[in-house]
């Protein structure tokens, strides 16, 4: 596991994340957002096993899937800023971006992309047993604790097991749907839903970024034999559902619980101790720094880009 | 060579399947069984692995089909009763009609969804509607509904060519009916209505199987020397504003027969564009003759009274003559 590599990854998606937070505050993104800070190890670490014609879909909470899947920072940021230079050309915002290049795609419908994910893993058994495109690329969707209860979510394991599909169901687990205690939602515990499926599945607690790692590998793997896998990553969001939640609903113990473990302290503490890495303090404060300036600097450059009067409203309502 | 539409509808698909290995069908009970009216009778034994019998789950079915679009393939996949189409409504509305317009063009959705509407047999409340009218209300995708055996083939393959999501909505009543196949158009646009009967006095705007009652009524009151103009819709999403304007200019009298609910109806979404674009060519305020806003019960003395029958039809089409 390049340890390093994937810090960084976590530090670009947190620094970006806290960015936007800030250009929130001076006015500057219409709309809303909902950041994944203290999530952003899973996305990073999945990504490690995906290549760029593996598909992901993602949820409200994406920021993090989609820069781990190496989207464009730029192109990225410039698409919440609502920029013409953005991705979808500010018509997504941050709930819908989406790249077909990069073979990802966010909705803001909570679990309405798991059906679509199913599709897609459809698509690609199809044309490798049709020999029409061979390949053993599989679907990734990202789904929360909330998305669990919705049918269709549960249709999608249902249909993704029945079909025999390449494709990997990741559930962040926050343990709030919004402001909903997953005990008050769930019956079961989650991945054991995946389990009364028939699915093969395996669940990773307290942000153990390791453990994740192992199972990603291996699953990641299995998956593009055509057998479909679940994993439930237990974890927590450290802002609000959205901008303006105030978390006013969260147990302070269990807060305290989870920032003690946020996966970027654990990560530090590895890269300083451990034999083979033994970075220090210094040089792990240079990587943040190196790292918030970059992404400062991107920002203000979109920031400042000024887009003309837009007069595409109507373009691509239909395809010609 | 006489076809039912059913047939039509199955020597289509089997023709696209054959020349295009991107197409699937996928739903309920279309493989092993051939389709719940016989429309895709023997086409899994002739492409196996491309017609692929579903588990119950339309949302799902909806998403595959979005996803596997998405993903380069192109999907027909059915929907068994037109009342389930409330079941994947998520999909349709929330994410197979915005993704195009989102990606600015990167991701078209080519999806067609096979679906039949109609009451008349006394199946029930659930599943007798013809539900179009919520469907009209999604920006985005198109809404086709061939009227007879001979605009099947032509409809159905310009929706498999099209780019966007199409409903392909069929009708029980019109599986079994036969016709002469020959000379049939082998394409026929989307977005294009038919005058199938040229008149003068007064219009009927019809799609569906109602264009078979409204030219049966049309052709009686011919036998007494008025003239009526029939027009087949065709396609009622995107409408074909230029033919109707046409129509009302010169007849300046509208009848819409309609098998859907008269509320927030296809006809008043017709009736609003008359209005908006050609209300000084009208000689009388227009009629609608639809399904009465209740839910559809199932004994055929009551069925036959909520669902326009064509007495009914042809008493609104009298009173209009008489404005």
């Known amino acids: ?320 | 060579m006489i076809k039912t539409y059913a047939q039509v509808i199955k020597d289509t698909l089997d023709e696209e399947l054959a020349k295009d290995q991107t197409i699937f069908l996928f739903g309920e009970d279309i493989g092993v069984y051939g389709g719940c009216f016989g429309a895709t009778k023997g086409l899994l034994e002739k492409y196996p692995g491309r017609v692929i019998d579903s588990p119950m789950s339309e949302q799902t079915i909806t998403g595959l089909g979005i996803g596997a679009a998405l993903n380069g393939l192109k999907p027909i996949i059915e929907i068994m009763f037109m009342d389930f189409i409330t079941l994947t409504y998520d999909q349709l509305l929330n994410h197979a009609s915005v993704f195009n317009y989102l990606s600015n063009g990167q991701t078209p959705i080519p999806l067609v969804l096979r679906i039949p509407a109609g009451g008349g047999r006394g199946y029930g409340a659930t599943h007798s509607k013809s539900l179009w009218s919520p469907l009209m209300n999604i920006p985005g995708i198109k809404i086709v509904t061939p009227s007879c055996p001979r605009d099947v083939a032509g409809l159905l393959r310009a929706s498999i060519e099209d780019k966007n999501p199409v409903i392909f909505v069929e009708h029980k009543s019109l599986y079994q009916i036969k016709e002469e196949m020959d000379g049939a158009e082998e394409f026929i646009p989307i977005g294009k209505a038919k005058i199938v009967k040229q008149g003068n006095t007064a219009t009927m705007i019809s799609f569906s199987k109602m264009v078979r009652d409204c030219l049966e009524i049309a052709n009686k009151l011919e036998q007494e020397n008025i003239s009526i103009e029939v027009i087949d819709l065709r396609t009622i999403k995107p409408l074909d504003m230029e033919t109707i304007q046409t129509s009302v200019e010169k007849t300046g009298k509208i009848i819409i027969v309609e098998e859907g609910f008269s509320t927030s109806g296809v006809s008043a979404e017709i009736m609003a564009r008359i209005i908006e674009e050609c209300f000084y060519s009208l000689n009388a305020p227009i009629k609608r003759v639809c399904t009465k806003d209740i839910p559809l019960p199932c004994c055929p003395a009551m069925e036959n009274k909520a669902i326009p029958s064509k007495e009914r039809i042809e008493a609104e089409l009298r009173a209009l003559l008489n404005e």
């Open chain 1, 1 to 320: 596991m390049d340890l390093l590599r994937i810090y960084k990854k976590i530090l670009i998606i947190r620094a970006v994340e806290n960015k936007l937070d800030e250009l929130f505050k001076r006015g500057l993104v219409h709309g809303t957002a909902h950041f994944c800070i203290g999530q952003e190890f899973i996305p990073v670490i999945i990504s490690e096993y995906l290549t760029k014609e593996d598909s992901v879909t993602s949820t409200h909470r994406g920021h993090g899937h989609a820069l781990a899947k190496n989207l464009d920072i730029k192109k990225f940021i410039a698409e919440l800023l609502g920029k013409s230079i953005g991705f979808n050309k500010g018509k997504g915002g941050s709930q819908h971006v989406s790249s077909k290049e990069d073979n990802f795609f966010a909705n803001g419908i909570t679990g309405g992309m798991a059906p679509v994910a199913v599709g897609i893993a459809f698509a690609n058994k199809y044309k490798n047993s049709m020999n029409i495109t061979v390949n053993n690329n599989i679907a990734v969707a990202y789904l929360g604790d909330g998305s669990m209860t919705e049918g269709y979510v549960l249709e999608s394991l249902n249909m993704a097991i029945v079909l025999k599909l390449p494709i990997l169901f990741v559930c962040e687990n926050n343990f709030y749907a919004m402001s909903t205690h997953v005990n008050k939602t769930h019956s079961t515990e989650i991945y054991k839903k995946a389990e009364a499926f028939g699915m093969k599945a395996a669940l990773v607690d307290d942000n153990d970024y390791q453990k994740l790692n192992t199972i990603a590998e291996e699953f990641i793997t299995n998956t593009r034999k055509n057998i479909p896998h679940f994993i439930e990553v237990r974890t927590y969001r450290h802002k609000g559902h959205s901008k303006n939640d105030l978390n006013l609903y969260r147990d302070k113990q269990e807060e305290k619980y989870w920032f003690d473990r946020d996966a970027v302290l654990l990560i530090e503490k590895e890269l300083k101790n451990n034999n083979n890495n033994n970075y220090t303090e210094e040089q792990l404060k240079q990587i943040k720094e190196e790292i918030e300036t970059e992404i400062n600097k991107i920002t203000e450059e979109v920031v400042n880009f000024q887009d003309t009067e837009r007069t595409d409203l109507f373009e691509h309502v239909y395809h010609e």
